[in-house]
């Protein structure tokens, strides 16, 4: 079979373009095709380890996994980690190149096209259809003249494009007809049908709206999606969907009004990455995860966890500026439980310095002094999967390490686990502040329980009454993402033309 592309645009951020491939590229897979997952450019800090030892966006993983493959670098060539209100970490086909500025990756663009282009013919090669994803809006006519993301993409290879609006947010009639009509003509002709998401309520009523859009543009309609909540157990891709994924995704309860409860505050920074950790938390019977806001104290509760961080030592200022790290040492010394993982792990220390600017300007700072290390920042960048077990109760833990830097510890002080066979992360004397560098480190229930036993009492233990009565949870929280990823499938299998999807596929065209 020739292998065969199809792209899916958005007429703006957030319209549910990740979700809608996932979704998609399960769904084919399970009808045989050699299924991939291909993002030209991402921006986000929410990132994965590949197979071959690179890094791409959470996103393009996700995707693997409904493809049933493991992640590769070429699957999202380029990555933008945002270090700050203009500068972002360039990763270039799994590998950190250098730390730019906004204004000068624009042009820097035009010499990554064949990058793209490299890893994009090395999946074709391995598959029977190539599902790639645009990123922001396609019609950011501004950024055309280097676009490597959008259209730009699309024109290099000759891809027919599916456009995506979301009704949810107001304007979806207007959104995908203007883009036909801000774009230029040789790209518009590239779009071939649209797709209206996240529909609530009377999908009838909305009848009207597909018919005028298809007039209008003389695209095929193929599906108006509604909204679907199960998508809250797939991961966030950015710090905008993590909020809103806290805010509203559903808390299990598996009995009545006598079921213990631990509170989680977290404290949402502006450079918070690889946040998917909480995932398994938000699902677990008896926690409450609360993410806390600028401007807003945080609130009383048995847990703080310090969550990954793109640019430590600039969160840390932020936990200072907003007086969070005071109410936290305040927290650990009247006996309150502090968790941290990557970079908040780092900041748990009594010091991080960056001798080589590689955050940002050359600096030293004093962490927050609840356990006894301390991290130096520099330039290698550690990407490694990691299996092991809990140096207390040796539950299994899974994950990945994604960092800049090393701590050093005393020798005496107790690691958290056993990582591949190397003592990894700490605990303090009362076991009630611990830190590690293993995302992941809550995705087995065992372990997650193990845990949060050690802060929430006998109640909590793994043969208590909590874990007795979310007994229903699977062992692995990828198990729910996988369930998620079916029913996702499910959904658009009934809402949508899959057929008609994939009949718009064409084999790629290269310009000379």
């Known amino acids: 079979m020739t292998a065969r592309v199809l792209m899916v645009q958005g007429t703006g951020s957030s319209v549910g373009k990740s979700t809608l491939v996932a979704g998609l590229a399960r769904a084919l897979t399970r ?43 070429d699957m999202n060539p380029v990555l933008l980690k945002p270090q700050g209100e203009t500068g ?71 891809a027919p494009v599916v456009l995506v609006g979301d009704i949810d947010r107001g304007g979806v009639i207007a959104s995908l007809v203007g883009t036909q009509v801000v774009l230029p003509a040789e790209d518009a002709a590239r779009i071939k049908g649209f797709v209206v998401n996240r529909m609530r309520g009377d999908p009838t009523l909305f009848a009207d709206g ?17 909204h679907l909540a199960n998508v809250r157990d797939l991961p966030a891709e950015d710090a905008a969907d993590l909020m809103a994924t806290l805010r509203t995704k559903r808390r299990i309860e598996p009995g009545g009004g006598n079921t213990p409860r631990l509170r989680m505050v977290v404290p949402i920074m502006p450079m918070i990455a690889n946040f998917d950790d909480l995932d398994p938390l938000c699902t677990e019977p008896g926690v409450e ?37 005071e109410q936290i040492v305040a927290h650990a010394q009247n006996g309150g439980a502090v968790m941290g993982i990557c970079g908040g792990y780092q900041m748990l220390g009594l010091s991080i310095a960056d001798p080589q600017g590689t955050e940002g300007p050359v600096c030293k700072a004093p962490g927050l002094g609840l356990m006894p290390i301390h991290t130096v920042l520099g330039h290698d960048k550690r990407l490694d999967y990691g299996t092991g077990f809990l140096a207390q109760g040796r539950q299994p833990v899974a994950g990945y390490e994604m960092h800049l830097g090393r701590t050093e510890k005393p020798e005496e002080l107790e690691p958290l686990l056993w990582l591949n ?69 499910d959904h658009l ?20």
Request: aromatic share 6%; with cysteine.
């Open 210 to 226: 597909m018919d005028f859009v298809a007039s209008r543009t003389g695209w095929q309609p193929l599906g108006l999606v509604p």
């Open 88 to 158: 972002a970490q360039l990763v270039v086909r799994g590998q950190r190149v250098d730390t730019i500025e906004a204004r000068n990756y624009q042009t820097r663009k035009e010499q990554l096209m064949p990058q793209v282009l490299a890893s994009f013919k090395n999946l074709m090669a391995q598959a029977d259809v190539v599902l790639v994803e645009g990123a922001g809006s396609a019609s950011e006519v501004n950024l055309r003249r280097h676009d490597i993301a959008n259209m730009g993409f699309a024109q290099a290879v000759q």
């Open 493 to 512: 299998e009934q809402y949508m033309d899959v057929e008609a999807l994939l009949a718009l596929a064409r084999p790629p065209v290269y310009a000379a």
């Open 421 to 489: 066979g190397q003592a990894e992360g700490c605990v303090s004397d009362n076991g009630r502040i611990w830190g590690t560098y293993l995302h992941g480190v809550f995705t087995h229930r065992a372990a997650r329980l193990a845990l949060l036993q050690r802060v929430g009492g006998s109640a909590f233990a793994p043969d208590g009454v909590w874990a007795q009565a979310g007994n229903f949870l699977p062992d692995n929280h990828d198990s729910r993402v996988d369930a998620a990823l079916d029913h996702l499938a």
């Open 31 to 73: 009808r045989g095709l050699r299924v991939l997952p291909f993002k030209p450019q991402n921006m986000s800090n929410n990132a994965a380890v590949t197979q071959d030892g690179g890094e791409i966006g959470r996103a393009q993983a996700l995707q693997a996994r409904a493809c049933g493959v493991l992640p590769l670098a």
């Open 289 to 325: 995860v609360i993410p806390v806001t600028v401007g807003e104290p945080l609130p009383d509760a048995e847990i703080i966890l310090l969550p990954g961080s793109k640019a430590t030592l600039a969160d840390l200022a932020f936990l200072r500026a907003q007086g969070w790290a």
